[in-house]
Nanobody, 123 residues
Framework: EVQLVESGGGLVQAGGSLRLSCAAS????????IGWFRQAPGKEREGVSC??????YYADFVKGRFTISSDNAKNTVFLQMNNLKPEDTAVYYC??????????????????WGQGTQVTVSS
């Protein structure tokens, strides 16, 4: 049984920080690409960051503010979010899969998804 569980979301003021966690079970965490996605109400899901084969990738709108990292021994991936902005408000999901080159932010390449954690950034 494959399971991904996100945690760490909450309410924070603009300029603040949060660290999201994604705990995986049922598969070898380091054998898969792990992506972070987000979806705001009424908007499409968008890729935020991805860790794949020792490399990290970021959407332009979070570069310099967010950092993805992992602890393979604990089967956990993190998303450190600094200098948060109101437009970062969304439900954040982690996902595992095997995206091709250039497909890191395409959700259809990911096989397993967590339930999401809410991040709310106030003005």
């Amino acid at each position: 049984e494959v399971q991904l569980v996100e945690s760490g979301g909450g309410l924070v003021q603009a300029g603040g920080s949060l660290r999201l966690s994604c705990a995986a079970s049922g598969f070898t965490f380091d054998d898969s690409a792990i992506g972070w996605f987000r979806q705001a109400p009424g908007k499409e899901r968008e890729g935020v960051s991805c860790s794949s084969e020792g490399k990290t990738y970021y959407a332009d709108f979070v570069k310099g503010r967010f950092t993805i990292s992992s602890d393979n021994a604990k089967n956990t991936v993190f998303l450190q979010m600094n200098n948060l902005k109101p437009e970062d408000t969304a439900v954040y999901y982690c996902a595992a899969g095997s995206p091709p080159l250039g497909g890191w932010f395409t959700g259809s390449w990911y096989d397993y998804w967590g339930q999401g954690t809410q991040v709310t950034v106030s003005s």
